[in-house]
């Protein structure tokens, strides 16, 4: 099993969004950036990460992969 470490939490206030960035523990090579709700705090951090990682993984579980077509 995975461990993702959460490394930040960002506001861009101009466009009123939030984001966490993630690291994966076993590989820091590996990173994630996720958009989470605008003003979350440190406190709400993990749980809004959670939610955002939850959403993504339902979102790619249903995506159809499609491949180019091939060059004629």
């Known amino acids: 099993m995975?461990?993702?470490?959460?490394t930040h939490l960002n506001h861009d206030l101009?466009?009123?969004k939030?984001?966490?960035?993630f690291v994966w523990a076993d590989?820091?090579?590996?990173r994630l950036g996720l958009e989470v709700p605008f003003g979350t705090t440190l406190a709400d951090a993990e749980r809004e990460a959670v939610?955002?990682?939850?959403a993504l993984s339902s979102?790619?579980?249903?995506?159809?992969?499609?491949?180019?077509?091939p060059p004629s």
């Open 59 to 69: 979102e790619l579980a249903a995506a159809e992969i499609e491949a180019p077509p």
């Open 51 to 54: 939610v955002a990682v939850k």
């Open 27 to 30: 590989d820091p090579s590996k």
């Open 18 to 21: 939030s984001y966490v960035q």
């Open 2 to 6: 995975s461990k993702m470490l959460l």
């Open 14 to 16: 101009a466009n009123h």
